[in-house]
């Protein structure tokens, strides 16, 4: 069953969450451009009616079934989300990405989740989202830093998130992801639990399809993160998408990329494939 998912979260701004953008906007000002920006988008995408927008709220998160091969949970990480740690700085530590109270789903979406991932009799469960899951460490060397609009910056719902899926038995659950603006491939661990550890779920994160120009086949700076994260596995910085063809005893990513996209005439080429097998979120490797 081959098909793919470009899922992104930047329709109104970039790095916003609930009511809130990230250069200070009054928030009279946001909620009327969230609500024009909802709008519009409803109107342009194939969404159900129970998708029409109220105000600056509509009810993007949904399900899709396929037969019994998997259920694909689509997720809405921005509506609900408290506002970034450490004022949504890169590479800042500071106490608040340990919140308890801290929310990426919000609690309505979170206990629908979690609904449907004990109620899912599919061979694979998928979680297609907007940020990074991955807690890379981006800092090589002495020290730590994190993308804090990522999941790494809310690392109590990240943990309940494992947590839920590990206590359920769930070893077949795949992550799909954008906002990046590369390609990534790796696995999901609870904090502290690595190296050595075997992960629960596995993260496929696909590129931009024409932002920041052509971009690169390996970023010294990202090749320098992997060296400090085991649990990524490849990476690539070109423009591109990718393409899931799921099998019941198996999963693989193809990733697509194009050598420029600043003229016409790119060459489209598969850069990377990628398989996990089914029950054995460890086994991710090059095909």
């Given at each position: 069953?081959?098909?793919?998912?470009?899922?992104?979260?930047?329709?109104?701004?970039?790095?916003?969450?609930?009511?809130?953008?990230?250069?200070?906007?009054?928030?009279?000002?946001?909620?009327?451009?969230?609500?024009?920006?909802?709008?519009?988008?409803?109107e342009h995408m194939p969404?159900?009616?129970?998708?029409?927008?109220?105000?600056?709220?509509?009810?993007?998160?949904?399900?899709?079934?396929?037969?019994?091969?998997?259920?694909?949970?689509?997720?809405?990480?921005?509506?609900?989300?408290?506002?970034?740690?450490?004022?949504?700085?890169?590479?800042?530590?500071?106490?608040?990405?340990?919140?308890?109270?801290?929310?990426?789903?919000?609690?309505?979406?979170?206990?629908?989740?979690?609904?449907?991932?004990?109620?899912?009799?599919?061979?694979?469960?998928?979680?297609?989202?907007?940020?990074?899951?991955?807690?890379?460490?981006r800092k090589p060397g002495?020290?730590?830093?994190?993308?804090?609009?990522?999941?790494?910056?809310?690392?109590?719902?990240?943990?309940?998130?494992?947590?839920?899926?590990?206590?359920?038995?769930?070893?077949?659950?795949?992550?799909?992801?954008?906002?990046?603006?590369?390609?990534?491939?790796?696995?999901?661990h609870l904090d502290g639990?690595?190296?050595?550890?075997?992960?629960?779920?596995?993260?496929?994160?696909?590129?931009?399809?024409?932002?920041?120009?052509?971009?690169?086949?390996?970023?010294?700076?990202?090749?320098?993160?992997?060296?400090?994260?085991?649990?990524?596995?490849?990476?690539?910085?070109?423009?591109?998408?990718?393409?899931?063809?799921?099998?019941?005893?198996?999963?693989?990513?193809?990733?697509?990329?194009?050598?420029?996209?600043?003229?016409?005439?790119?060459?489209?080429?598969?850069?990377?494939?990628?398989?996990?097998?089914?029950?054995?979120?460890?086994?991710?490797?090059?095909?």
């Amino acid at each position: 069953a081959p098909w793919f998912v470009t899922w992104d979260d930047h329709e109104i701004d970039n790095n916003w969450v609930s009511g809130e953008d990230q250069d200070g906007t009054p928030p009279y000002a946001f909620r009327l451009r969230q609500q024009m920006a909802m709008q519009a988008y409803y109107e342009h995408m194939p969404l159900r009616a129970s998708s029409m927008p109220m105000g600056t709220r509509m009810r993007l998160y949904r399900q899709a079934q396929f037969g019994d091969l998997l259920d694909l949970n689509l997720l809405d990480t921005r509506s609900f989300r408290s506002d970034q740690p450490c004022n949504d700085s890169w590479g800042v530590q500071c106490e608040a990405i340990n919140d308890p109270a801290a929310q990426v789903l919000g609690q309505a979406q979170e206990a629908w989740l979690y609904e449907k991932l004990g109620a899912s009799k599919a061979r694979w469960q998928v979680l297609a989202q907007q940020v990074m899951m991955m807690d890379l460490d981006r800092k090589p060397g002495a020290g730590q830093s994190e993308n804090l609009d990522s999941w790494a910056g809310y690392r109590t719902p990240r943990n309940r998130m494992l947590d839920q899926i590990s206590d359920l038995g769930r070893d077949s659950v795949i992550v799909l992801t954008g906002d990046e603006h590369q390609n990534y491939a790796g696995e999901l661990h609870l904090d502290g639990q690595r190296p050595g550890k075997k992960p629960i779920a596995t993260e496929f994160v696909a590129t931009s399809i024409s932002s920041r120009g052509d971009g690169e086949d390996q970023r010294k700076d990202t090749l320098a993160i992997q060296k400090e994260n085991e649990c990524l596995k490849w990476f690539n910085s070109q423009r591109g998408y990718a393409i899931c063809d799921v099998k019941p005893d198996q999963w693989q990513t193809e990733f697509k990329v194009v050598d420029k996209v600043s003229s016409k005439g790119g060459a489209l080429s598969t850069r990377m494939t990628m398989t996990v097998d089914h029950g054995a979120p460890g086994s991710l490797a090059q095909a």
